[in-house]
Protein backbone atom coordinates (compact mmCIF):
# COMPACT_ATOMS: atom_id res chain seq x y z
CA UNK A 1 0.00 0.00 0.00
CA UNK A 2 1.52 3.41 -1.13
CA UNK A 3 1.87 5.89 2.03
CA UNK A 4 -0.99 8.24 0.38
CA UNK A 5 -3.25 4.91 0.40
CA UNK A 6 -2.27 4.03 3.64
CA UNK A 7 -3.56 7.40 5.21
CA UNK A 8 -6.56 7.43 3.06
CA UNK A 9 -7.15 4.20 4.57
CA UNK A 10 -6.50 5.15 7.88
CA UNK A 11 -9.09 8.26 7.52
CA UNK A 12 -11.60 5.73 6.74
CA UNK A 13 -15.41 6.63 7.64
CA UNK A 14 -16.41 4.11 9.46
CA UNK A 15 -20.39 2.54 8.83
CA UNK A 16 -22.96 0.64 11.24
CA UNK A 17 -22.39 -2.92 10.43
CA UNK A 18 -24.99 -4.30 7.82
CA UNK A 19 -28.21 -5.37 9.62
CA UNK A 20 -27.70 -3.09 12.58
CA UNK A 21 -28.79 0.26 12.75
CA UNK A 22 -28.70 3.65 14.59
CA UNK A 23 -31.96 5.10 16.13
CA UNK A 24 -31.68 8.66 16.22
CA UNK A 25 -34.36 11.47 17.38
CA UNK A 26 -37.41 12.30 16.38
CA UNK A 27 -37.78 8.04 15.87
CA UNK A 28 -36.38 7.48 19.48
CA UNK A 29 -39.29 9.10 20.86
CA UNK A 30 -41.52 6.74 18.86
CA UNK A 31 -39.56 4.16 20.52
CA UNK A 32 -39.92 5.14 23.59
CA UNK A 33 -43.52 5.70 23.16
CA UNK A 34 -44.05 2.31 22.81
CA UNK A 35 -41.77 1.02 25.31
CA UNK A 36 -43.37 3.13 27.86
CA UNK A 37 -46.78 1.98 26.89
CA UNK A 38 -45.80 -1.63 26.79
CA UNK A 39 -44.29 -1.00 30.47
CA UNK A 40 -47.87 0.63 31.51
CA UNK A 41 -50.39 -1.95 29.97
CA UNK A 42 -47.74 -5.02 30.80
CA UNK A 43 -48.14 -3.40 34.43
CA UNK A 44 -51.09 -3.60 34.84
CA UNK A 45 -51.73 -7.43 34.27
CA UNK A 46 -49.33 -7.72 37.00
CA UNK A 47 -46.63 -8.69 34.71
CA UNK A 48 -42.85 -7.40 36.44
CA UNK A 49 -39.54 -6.50 34.43
CA UNK A 50 -36.20 -8.71 34.00
CA UNK A 51 -33.30 -7.43 32.61
CA UNK A 52 -31.37 -10.15 31.14
CA UNK A 53 -27.38 -10.39 29.94
CA UNK A 54 -27.46 -10.12 26.51
CA UNK A 55 -25.22 -13.33 25.90
CA UNK A 56 -25.26 -16.47 27.29
CA UNK A 57 -23.88 -19.90 26.93
CA UNK A 58 -24.40 -21.06 23.01
CA UNK A 59 -25.97 -24.52 24.89
CA UNK A 60 -28.86 -22.61 26.61
CA UNK A 61 -29.90 -21.87 22.90
CA UNK A 62 -28.60 -25.11 21.43
CA UNK A 63 -30.75 -26.73 23.69
CA UNK A 64 -34.00 -24.68 24.43
CA UNK A 65 -34.33 -23.61 20.56
CA UNK A 66 -32.98 -26.62 18.96
CA UNK A 67 -29.86 -27.16 17.55
CA UNK A 68 -31.04 -28.01 14.14
CA UNK A 69 -32.95 -24.67 13.60
CA UNK A 70 -31.30 -21.86 11.51
CA UNK A 71 -31.03 -19.36 14.37
CA UNK A 72 -28.96 -22.00 16.32
CA UNK A 73 -27.32 -23.59 13.50
CA UNK A 74 -25.90 -20.48 11.22
CA UNK A 75 -27.94 -17.67 12.46
CA UNK A 76 -26.15 -16.92 15.90
CA UNK A 77 -23.04 -14.81 17.27
CA UNK A 78 -21.09 -17.18 18.81
CA UNK A 79 -17.14 -16.79 20.19
CA UNK A 80 -15.06 -18.20 22.79
CA UNK A 81 -14.78 -17.44 26.24
CA UNK A 82 -11.35 -19.06 27.18
CA UNK A 83 -10.11 -20.67 30.28
CA UNK A 84 -7.24 -18.38 31.27
CA UNK A 85 -7.16 -19.58 34.90
CA UNK A 86 -6.39 -22.83 33.79
CA UNK A 87 -2.83 -23.45 33.14
CA UNK A 88 -1.27 -24.06 30.07
CA UNK A 89 0.22 -26.99 29.11
CA UNK A 90 4.17 -26.41 28.44
CA UNK A 91 5.88 -27.84 24.93
CA UNK A 92 6.45 -31.60 26.23
CA UNK A 93 4.11 -32.06 28.64
CA UNK A 94 3.31 -35.16 30.07
CA UNK A 95 -0.53 -36.38 30.30
CA UNK A 96 0.80 -37.74 33.86
CA UNK A 97 1.72 -34.95 35.52
CA UNK A 98 -0.27 -32.36 33.59
CA UNK A 99 -3.37 -33.77 34.59
CA UNK A 100 -3.39 -33.35 38.90
CA UNK A 101 -2.45 -29.95 37.85
CA UNK A 102 -5.45 -29.56 35.89
CA UNK A 103 -7.32 -31.23 38.93
CA UNK A 104 -6.42 -28.61 41.35
CA UNK A 105 -6.72 -25.87 39.04
CA UNK A 106 -10.78 -26.99 38.98
CA UNK A 107 -11.07 -27.48 42.25
CA UNK A 108 -9.79 -23.66 42.64
CA UNK A 109 -12.14 -22.10 39.65
CA UNK A 110 -15.67 -23.33 40.97
CA UNK A 111 -16.66 -21.66 37.56
CA UNK A 112 -14.85 -24.31 35.72
CA UNK A 113 -16.39 -27.19 37.89
CA UNK A 114 -19.29 -27.65 35.71
CA UNK A 115 -20.72 -31.38 34.97
CA UNK A 116 -19.71 -30.56 31.38
CA UNK A 117 -16.26 -29.89 32.48
CA UNK A 118 -16.26 -32.75 35.32
CA UNK A 119 -17.05 -35.26 31.89
CA UNK A 120 -14.16 -34.15 30.30
CA UNK A 121 -11.80 -34.57 33.01
CA UNK A 122 -12.88 -37.95 33.48
CA UNK A 123 -12.45 -38.72 29.85
CA UNK A 124 -9.45 -36.81 29.85
CA UNK A 125 -7.97 -39.58 32.90
CA UNK A 126 -9.59 -42.49 30.62
CA UNK A 127 -7.05 -41.54 27.80
CA UNK A 128 -4.81 -40.75 30.75
CA UNK A 129 -4.91 -44.67 31.93
CA UNK A 130 -5.07 -46.07 28.86
CA UNK A 131 -1.97 -44.55 27.41
CA UNK A 132 -0.36 -45.83 30.58
CA UNK A 133 -1.31 -49.42 29.65
CA UNK A 134 -0.32 -49.13 26.44
CA UNK A 135 3.33 -48.21 27.58
CA UNK A 136 3.37 -50.82 29.78
CA UNK A 137 2.49 -53.16 26.83
CA UNK A 138 5.20 -51.09 24.73
CA UNK A 139 2.37 -50.63 22.08
CA UNK A 140 3.72 -47.78 20.61
CA UNK A 141 0.15 -47.22 18.25
CA UNK A 142 -1.98 -47.46 20.65
CA UNK A 143 -0.24 -44.94 23.03
CA UNK A 144 0.13 -42.74 20.00
CA UNK A 145 -3.65 -43.11 20.11
CA UNK A 146 -4.60 -42.36 23.72
CA UNK A 147 -2.29 -39.29 23.65
CA UNK A 148 -4.02 -37.96 20.17
CA UNK A 149 -7.75 -38.42 22.31
CA UNK A 150 -6.09 -36.62 25.38
CA UNK A 151 -4.91 -33.37 23.42
CA UNK A 152 -8.35 -33.50 21.97
CA UNK A 153 -10.44 -33.22 24.61
CA UNK A 154 -8.07 -31.28 26.62
CA UNK A 155 -8.03 -28.62 23.67
CA UNK A 156 -12.03 -28.76 24.57
CA UNK A 157 -11.42 -27.66 28.33
CA UNK A 158 -8.93 -24.89 27.50
CA UNK A 159 -10.98 -23.79 24.63
CA UNK A 160 -13.34 -22.95 27.61
CA UNK A 161 -16.92 -22.18 27.15
CA UNK A 162 -18.73 -21.06 23.75
CA UNK A 163 -21.10 -18.05 24.25
CA UNK A 164 -23.54 -16.32 21.89
CA UNK A 165 -25.05 -12.98 21.47
CA UNK A 166 -28.84 -13.78 22.07
CA UNK A 167 -31.00 -14.79 19.30
CA UNK A 168 -34.09 -14.43 21.87
CA UNK A 169 -35.18 -14.00 25.11
CA UNK A 170 -37.39 -17.21 26.36
CA UNK A 171 -34.20 -19.20 27.18
CA UNK A 172 -32.54 -16.62 29.14
CA UNK A 173 -35.82 -16.02 31.11
CA UNK A 174 -36.54 -19.59 31.95
CA UNK A 175 -32.49 -19.83 32.75
CA UNK A 176 -32.95 -17.27 35.38
CA UNK A 177 -36.40 -18.53 37.08
CA UNK A 178 -34.64 -21.15 37.50
CA UNK A 179 -31.34 -19.78 38.33
CA UNK A 180 -33.16 -17.90 41.46
CA UNK A 181 -36.04 -20.63 42.48
CA UNK A 182 -38.43 -18.34 41.29
CA UNK A 183 -41.01 -21.79 41.59
CA UNK A 184 -40.66 -20.91 45.41
CA UNK A 185 -42.71 -17.61 44.66
CA UNK A 186 -45.82 -17.40 44.14
CA UNK A 187 -47.16 -18.86 40.63
CA UNK A 188 -47.23 -18.09 38.04
CA UNK A 189 -44.57 -15.88 37.81
CA UNK A 190 -44.81 -13.27 35.27
CA UNK A 191 -42.26 -11.36 33.38
CA UNK A 192 -41.41 -9.00 30.72
CA UNK A 193 -38.09 -7.61 29.22
CA UNK A 194 -37.20 -5.32 25.98
CA UNK A 195 -34.23 -5.71 24.79
CA UNK A 196 -31.82 -6.18 21.74
CA UNK A 197 -31.44 -9.94 19.90
CA UNK A 198 -29.13 -11.40 17.45
CA UNK A 199 -29.22 -12.93 14.07
CA UNK A 200 -27.11 -13.32 11.46
CA UNK A 201 -29.71 -12.88 8.69
CA UNK A 202 -30.60 -11.67 5.66
CA UNK A 203 -30.69 -8.23 6.08
CA UNK A 204 -34.13 -6.41 4.23
CA UNK A 205 -37.28 -4.11 5.40
CA UNK A 206 -38.04 -5.75 8.86
CA UNK A 207 -35.47 -7.92 8.94
CA UNK A 208 -31.61 -7.14 10.69
CA UNK A 209 -28.89 -8.52 12.28
CA UNK A 210 -29.20 -6.51 15.53
CA UNK A 211 -33.22 -6.50 16.64
CA UNK A 212 -35.26 -5.27 19.58
CA UNK A 213 -37.91 -7.56 21.19
CA UNK A 214 -40.62 -6.56 24.10
CA UNK A 215 -40.63 -10.22 25.10
CA UNK A 216 -43.54 -11.31 27.71
CA UNK A 217 -43.56 -14.81 30.39
CA UNK A 218 -45.88 -16.35 32.26
CA UNK A 219 -44.19 -18.85 34.35
CA UNK A 220 -45.72 -21.71 36.55
CA UNK A 221 -48.96 -21.89 37.52
CA UNK A 222 -51.67 -23.70 35.22
CA UNK A 223 -52.33 -24.14 31.65
CA UNK A 224 -55.94 -23.16 32.22
CA UNK A 225 -57.14 -21.21 28.88
CA UNK A 226 -58.01 -17.66 30.67
CA UNK A 227 -54.20 -17.89 31.18
CA UNK A 228 -53.41 -18.19 27.34
CA UNK A 229 -56.50 -15.78 26.40
CA UNK A 230 -55.54 -13.22 28.90
CA UNK A 231 -52.10 -13.18 28.03
CA UNK A 232 -53.34 -12.49 24.17
CA UNK A 233 -55.80 -10.07 25.35
CA UNK A 234 -52.56 -8.02 26.77
CA UNK A 235 -50.53 -7.81 23.93
CA UNK A 236 -53.90 -7.48 21.58
CA UNK A 237 -54.86 -4.00 23.86
CA UNK A 238 -51.66 -2.88 24.05
CA UNK A 239 -51.52 -2.97 20.15
CA UNK A 240 -54.86 -0.95 20.12
CA UNK A 241 -53.52 1.49 22.87
CA UNK A 242 -50.60 2.49 20.41
CA UNK A 243 -53.18 2.51 17.37
CA UNK A 244 -51.83 -0.09 15.34
CA UNK A 245 -53.43 -0.97 12.29
CA UNK A 246 -54.65 -4.06 10.05
CA UNK A 247 -53.94 -6.37 13.24
CA UNK A 248 -55.09 -10.01 12.80
CA UNK A 249 -54.61 -12.61 15.28
CA UNK A 250 -54.10 -16.40 14.05
CA UNK A 251 -54.63 -18.93 16.98
CA UNK A 252 -54.26 -22.73 16.35
CA UNK A 253 -53.77 -25.59 18.63
CA UNK A 254 -50.53 -28.17 18.27
CA UNK A 255 -51.74 -30.70 20.96
CA UNK A 256 -49.25 -32.06 23.79
CA UNK A 257 -46.94 -35.18 24.01
CA UNK A 258 -49.63 -37.29 23.78
CA UNK A 259 -51.43 -36.84 20.83
CA UNK A 260 -49.05 -34.65 18.71
CA UNK A 261 -46.66 -37.73 17.80
CA UNK A 262 -49.14 -39.62 16.08
CA UNK A 263 -50.70 -36.60 14.23
CA UNK A 264 -46.80 -36.04 12.97
CA UNK A 265 -46.53 -39.81 12.07
CA UNK A 266 -49.78 -39.56 9.79
CA UNK A 267 -48.95 -36.63 8.76
CA UNK A 268 -46.05 -37.89 7.68
CA UNK A 269 -47.35 -40.82 5.91
CA UNK A 270 -49.50 -38.26 4.14
CA UNK A 271 -46.70 -36.10 2.97
CA UNK A 272 -44.20 -39.16 2.00
CA UNK A 273 -47.53 -39.86 -0.54
CA UNK A 274 -46.59 -36.84 -2.54
CA UNK A 275 -42.73 -36.27 -2.12
CA UNK A 276 -42.16 -36.56 -5.27
CA UNK A 277 -44.60 -32.97 -5.92
CA UNK A 278 -42.57 -31.25 -3.45
CA UNK A 279 -39.42 -28.94 -3.18
CA UNK A 280 -36.40 -30.56 -1.69
CA UNK A 281 -36.37 -28.28 1.75
CA UNK A 282 -40.00 -30.13 2.07
CA UNK A 283 -38.83 -33.33 1.09
CA UNK A 284 -35.75 -33.54 3.46
CA UNK A 285 -38.48 -32.03 6.11
CA UNK A 286 -40.86 -34.92 5.46
CA UNK A 287 -38.41 -36.87 7.13
CA UNK A 288 -36.73 -34.90 10.27
CA UNK A 289 -39.89 -32.53 10.97
CA UNK A 290 -42.52 -32.70 8.88
CA UNK A 291 -44.66 -30.11 11.17
CA UNK A 292 -42.77 -27.11 9.67
CA UNK A 293 -43.61 -28.39 6.05
CA UNK A 294 -46.65 -26.66 6.63
CA UNK A 295 -44.65 -23.56 7.25
CA UNK A 296 -43.76 -23.40 3.30
CA UNK A 297 -44.50 -20.77 1.59
CA UNK A 298 -43.84 -22.19 -1.87
CA UNK A 299 -46.19 -21.18 -4.09
CA UNK A 300 -46.45 -24.96 -6.01
CA UNK A 301 -46.26 -26.75 -2.65
CA UNK A 302 -50.03 -24.54 -1.42
CA UNK A 303 -52.45 -26.75 -3.07
CA UNK A 304 -51.00 -30.10 -1.83
CA UNK A 305 -50.03 -28.93 1.70
CA UNK A 306 -53.97 -27.56 1.76
CA UNK A 307 -55.16 -31.07 1.56
CA UNK A 308 -53.15 -32.46 4.76
CA UNK A 309 -54.86 -33.44 7.83
CA UNK A 310 -55.39 -30.81 10.16
CA UNK A 311 -54.11 -31.03 14.04
CA UNK A 312 -57.23 -29.98 14.99
CA UNK A 313 -59.02 -32.91 13.95
CA UNK A 314 -56.55 -35.77 15.76
CA UNK A 315 -56.08 -33.60 18.83
CA UNK A 316 -56.63 -35.98 22.44
CA UNK A 317 -59.77 -34.87 24.57
CA UNK A 318 -57.84 -32.66 26.59
CA UNK A 319 -55.96 -30.51 24.25
CA UNK A 320 -59.42 -30.11 22.40
CA UNK A 321 -61.17 -29.18 25.22
CA UNK A 322 -58.48 -26.99 26.47
CA UNK A 323 -58.79 -25.16 22.64
CA UNK A 324 -62.10 -25.34 22.88
CA UNK A 325 -61.61 -23.31 26.33
CA UNK A 326 -58.85 -21.03 24.78
CA UNK A 327 -61.66 -19.73 22.03
CA UNK A 328 -64.32 -19.44 24.42
CA UNK A 329 -62.49 -16.80 26.89
CA UNK A 330 -60.71 -14.90 23.55
CA UNK A 331 -64.97 -14.24 22.73
CA UNK A 332 -65.22 -13.70 26.61
CA UNK A 333 -62.81 -10.80 26.16
CA UNK A 334 -63.92 -9.21 23.16
CA UNK A 335 -60.67 -10.95 21.26
CA UNK A 336 -60.95 -11.42 17.32
CA UNK A 337 -59.28 -14.24 15.76
CA UNK A 338 -58.80 -16.53 12.71
CA UNK A 339 -58.22 -20.18 13.03
CA UNK A 340 -55.04 -20.95 11.32
CA UNK A 341 -54.32 -24.94 11.14
CA UNK A 342 -50.98 -24.14 9.58
CA UNK A 343 -49.67 -22.00 12.47
CA UNK A 344 -46.99 -24.80 14.02
CA UNK A 345 -43.99 -24.80 16.14
CA UNK A 346 -41.66 -27.48 15.08
CA UNK A 347 -39.88 -28.04 18.80
CA UNK A 348 -40.91 -30.78 20.90
CA UNK A 349 -41.52 -29.00 24.06
CA UNK A 350 -44.32 -26.30 22.67
CA UNK A 351 -47.70 -27.27 23.23
CA UNK A 352 -51.35 -26.59 22.86
CA UNK A 353 -51.40 -22.95 22.50
CA UNK A 354 -49.70 -20.96 19.25
CA UNK A 355 -50.53 -17.30 18.03
CA UNK A 356 -49.26 -15.14 15.94
CA UNK A 357 -49.95 -11.52 15.02
CA UNK A 358 -49.42 -9.63 12.00
CA UNK A 359 -49.98 -6.01 11.13
CA UNK A 360 -50.11 -3.74 7.83
CA UNK A 361 -47.42 -2.24 5.73
CA UNK A 362 -44.91 -4.64 6.65
CA UNK A 363 -44.96 -6.72 2.94
CA UNK A 364 -43.57 -10.56 3.92
CA UNK A 365 -42.16 -9.93 6.72
CA UNK A 366 -45.57 -9.12 8.59
CA UNK A 367 -45.52 -10.89 11.51
CA UNK A 368 -45.35 -8.98 14.68
CA UNK A 369 -45.56 -11.09 17.54
CA UNK A 370 -45.47 -14.82 17.81
CA UNK A 371 -46.07 -16.43 20.94
CA UNK A 372 -47.76 -20.07 22.48
CA UNK A 373 -47.31 -22.38 25.37
CA UNK A 374 -43.89 -24.67 26.35
CA UNK A 375 -44.74 -26.55 28.83
CA UNK A 376 -41.61 -28.59 28.38
CA UNK A 377 -38.96 -26.38 28.12
CA UNK A 378 -38.26 -25.73 31.54
CA UNK A 379 -37.69 -29.68 32.54
CA UNK A 380 -35.54 -29.47 29.51
CA UNK A 381 -32.89 -26.87 31.35
CA UNK A 382 -32.86 -28.91 34.20
CA UNK A 383 -35.28 -27.20 36.62
CA UNK A 384 -38.87 -28.41 37.82
CA UNK A 385 -42.08 -29.38 35.65
CA UNK A 386 -43.00 -25.89 34.93
CA UNK A 387 -45.73 -24.50 32.71
CA UNK A 388 -45.33 -21.60 30.27
CA UNK A 389 -46.60 -19.51 27.89
CA UNK A 390 -45.12 -16.37 26.32
CA UNK A 391 -44.91 -14.28 23.33
CA UNK A 392 -42.27 -11.88 21.60
CA UNK A 393 -43.13 -8.87 19.58
CA UNK A 394 -40.65 -7.82 16.94
CA UNK A 395 -40.35 -4.20 18.28
CA UNK A 396 -38.74 -3.01 14.43
CA UNK A 397 -41.74 -4.26 12.81
CA UNK A 398 -43.98 -2.55 15.33
CA UNK A 399 -42.52 0.71 14.44
CA UNK A 400 -42.10 0.48 11.22
CA UNK A 401 -46.03 -0.04 10.77
CA UNK A 402 -47.02 2.74 12.89
CA UNK A 403 -44.23 4.97 10.79
CA UNK A 404 -45.97 3.54 7.74
CA UNK A 405 -49.65 4.62 9.10
CA UNK A 406 -48.33 7.98 9.92
CA UNK A 407 -48.89 7.52 13.61
CA UNK A 408 -45.57 9.22 14.13
CA UNK A 409 -45.30 11.49 17.12
CA UNK A 410 -44.67 15.18 16.09
CA UNK A 411 -41.27 16.00 16.64
CA UNK A 412 -41.02 17.84 19.76
CA UNK A 413 -39.50 21.78 19.63
CA UNK A 414 -37.79 23.26 23.07
CA UNK A 415 -40.51 25.03 25.00
CA UNK A 416 -38.12 28.06 25.44
CA UNK A 417 -34.77 29.48 23.66
CA UNK A 418 -33.53 32.28 25.51
CA UNK A 419 -32.21 34.99 23.98
CA UNK A 420 -29.70 37.21 25.77
CA UNK A 421 -27.63 39.62 25.31
CA UNK A 422 -25.05 41.48 27.98
CA UNK A 423 -22.85 39.90 30.75
CA UNK A 424 -25.93 40.84 33.57
CA UNK A 425 -28.21 39.19 31.04
CA UNK A 426 -26.40 35.93 31.03
CA UNK A 427 -25.99 35.45 34.63
CA UNK A 428 -30.01 35.82 34.61
CA UNK A 429 -30.38 33.36 31.56
CA UNK A 430 -28.23 31.08 33.55
CA UNK A 431 -30.26 31.06 36.42
CA UNK A 432 -33.87 30.89 34.26
CA UNK A 433 -32.75 28.16 32.43
CA UNK A 434 -32.29 26.38 35.58
CA UNK A 435 -35.42 26.94 37.26
CA UNK A 436 -37.65 26.24 34.07
CA UNK A 437 -35.85 23.12 33.54
CA UNK A 438 -36.81 22.11 37.00
CA UNK A 439 -40.45 22.98 36.47
CA UNK A 440 -40.22 20.17 33.79
CA UNK A 441 -39.99 22.77 30.11
CA UNK A 442 -37.20 22.15 27.97
CA UNK A 443 -34.64 24.84 27.27
CA UNK A 444 -32.21 25.65 25.15
CA UNK A 445 -29.36 28.26 26.38
CA UNK A 446 -26.95 29.62 23.85
CA UNK A 447 -23.33 29.44 25.32
CA UNK A 448 -22.06 32.31 23.35
CA UNK A 449 -23.78 36.01 22.74
CA UNK A 450 -25.78 36.10 19.60
CA UNK A 451 -27.58 39.19 18.09
CA UNK A 452 -31.38 38.94 18.87
CA UNK A 453 -31.90 38.45 15.31
CA UNK A 454 -29.78 35.68 14.87
CA UNK A 455 -30.93 34.21 18.19
CA UNK A 456 -34.76 34.62 17.16
CA UNK A 457 -33.43 33.08 13.64
CA UNK A 458 -32.23 29.60 15.30
CA UNK A 459 -34.76 29.31 18.43
CA UNK A 460 -36.90 28.60 14.82
CA UNK A 461 -35.02 26.64 13.60
CA UNK A 462 -35.52 24.19 16.97
CA UNK A 463 -38.97 24.46 16.41
CA UNK A 464 -38.94 26.40 19.90
CA UNK A 465 -42.55 27.51 21.00
CA UNK A 466 -41.30 30.37 22.90
CA UNK A 467 -38.28 33.26 22.81
CA UNK A 468 -37.25 34.14 26.43
CA UNK A 469 -35.44 37.89 25.57
CA UNK A 470 -33.70 38.87 28.19
CA UNK A 471 -30.76 42.34 27.18
CA UNK A 472 -29.93 45.09 29.55
CA UNK A 473 -33.23 46.55 29.32
CA UNK A 474 -35.07 43.74 30.68
CA UNK A 475 -32.29 43.24 33.56
CA UNK A 476 -32.89 46.22 34.57
CA UNK A 477 -36.61 46.49 34.71
CA UNK A 478 -37.32 43.17 35.75
CA UNK A 479 -39.83 42.82 32.93
CA UNK A 480 -38.60 40.27 30.77
CA UNK A 481 -40.02 39.42 27.60
CA UNK A 482 -41.79 36.33 25.96
CA UNK A 483 -42.20 36.11 22.25
CA UNK A 484 -44.42 33.09 21.13
CA UNK A 485 -42.82 32.86 17.52
CA UNK A 486 -45.32 30.79 15.66
CA UNK A 487 -47.58 34.66 15.65
CA UNK A 488 -44.86 36.88 16.61
CA UNK A 489 -46.93 38.34 19.46
CA UNK A 490 -44.48 39.00 22.67
CA UNK A 491 -45.52 39.95 26.40
CA UNK A 492 -43.83 41.33 29.31
CA UNK A 493 -43.26 39.27 32.50
CA UNK A 494 -41.86 39.44 35.98
CA UNK A 495 -39.47 36.17 36.76
CA UNK A 496 -42.65 34.58 39.00
CA UNK A 497 -45.45 35.56 36.37
CA UNK A 498 -43.53 34.13 33.49
CA UNK A 499 -43.37 31.09 35.02
CA UNK A 500 -47.51 30.73 35.87
CA UNK A 501 -47.93 31.63 32.08
CA UNK A 502 -45.68 28.65 30.95
CA UNK A 503 -47.46 26.41 33.29
CA UNK A 504 -51.07 27.86 32.45
CA UNK A 505 -50.12 27.90 28.59
CA UNK A 506 -48.26 24.34 28.39
CA UNK A 507 -49.00 20.62 29.71
CA UNK A 508 -45.33 20.01 30.83
P1 LIG B 1 -40.03 -14.64 10.93
O1 LIG B 1 -40.85 -15.80 10.46
O2 LIG B 1 -40.57 -13.33 10.49
O3 LIG B 1 -38.58 -14.83 10.65
P2 LIG B 1 -39.63 -15.78 13.51
O4 LIG B 1 -40.52 -16.93 13.53
O5 LIG B 1 -38.18 -15.98 13.25
O6 LIG B 1 -40.18 -14.64 12.52
P3 LIG B 1 -39.74 -15.35 16.36
O7 LIG B 1 -38.47 -16.06 16.62
O8 LIG B 1 -41.01 -15.98 16.76
O9 LIG B 1 -39.81 -14.93 14.83
O10 LIG B 1 -39.64 -13.87 16.98
C1 LIG B 1 -40.79 -13.09 17.30
C2 LIG B 1 -40.85 -11.81 16.50
O11 LIG B 1 -39.58 -11.18 16.41
C3 LIG B 1 -41.26 -12.01 15.06
O12 LIG B 1 -42.64 -12.11 14.92
C4 LIG B 1 -40.72 -10.75 14.41
O13 LIG B 1 -41.62 -9.68 14.58
C5 LIG B 1 -39.47 -10.45 15.19
N1 LIG B 1 -38.26 -10.85 14.46
C6 LIG B 1 -37.74 -12.09 14.31
N2 LIG B 1 -36.59 -12.05 13.60
C7 LIG B 1 -36.38 -10.73 13.29
C8 LIG B 1 -35.35 -10.02 12.57
N3 LIG B 1 -34.29 -10.64 12.05
N4 LIG B 1 -35.47 -8.68 12.46
C9 LIG B 1 -36.53 -8.02 12.99
N5 LIG B 1 -37.51 -8.62 13.68
C10 LIG B 1 -37.45 -9.97 13.83
MG1 LIG C 1 -37.09 -16.04 11.50
Not at 59 to 75: C, H, M, N
Request: charged share 30%; aromatic share 8%; with cysteine.
Amino acid sequence: MSEGAAKKEERRKFQAIKGTRDLLPPETALWNRVERIAQEVFTSYGFGEIRLPIFEQTDLFARSIGAETDVVSKEMYTFEEKATELPSPRPFFTPRGYTPALEEAFQANPGFNTPENRRRLALLKDHLSTLEQAEVRRDAKASSAAYDHYVAVLETILQGDRVSLRPEATASVCRAYIEHNMQQLPQPVKLYTIGPMFRRERPQKGRYRQFYQIDAEVLGGSDAPGMDAELIEMVMTFFKRLGLEGVELDINSIGDKQCRPKYVELLRAELRKVKDKLGPDSQRRIETNPLRVLDSKLENEQKLIGGMPHIADHLCEECAENYRGVKKELELRGVKYRENWRLVRGLDYYSRTTFEITAKGLGSQNAVCGGGRYDGLMELLGGPPTRATGFAIGEDRLILSLQEAGKRPAAKGRDVYIAWMGEKAYTKAVQAAKNLRAAGFSVELPPVEQKFGKALGQADKLGARYALILGDNEVASGEWTLKTLATGEQAKFTEPTLLDFLQENNAV
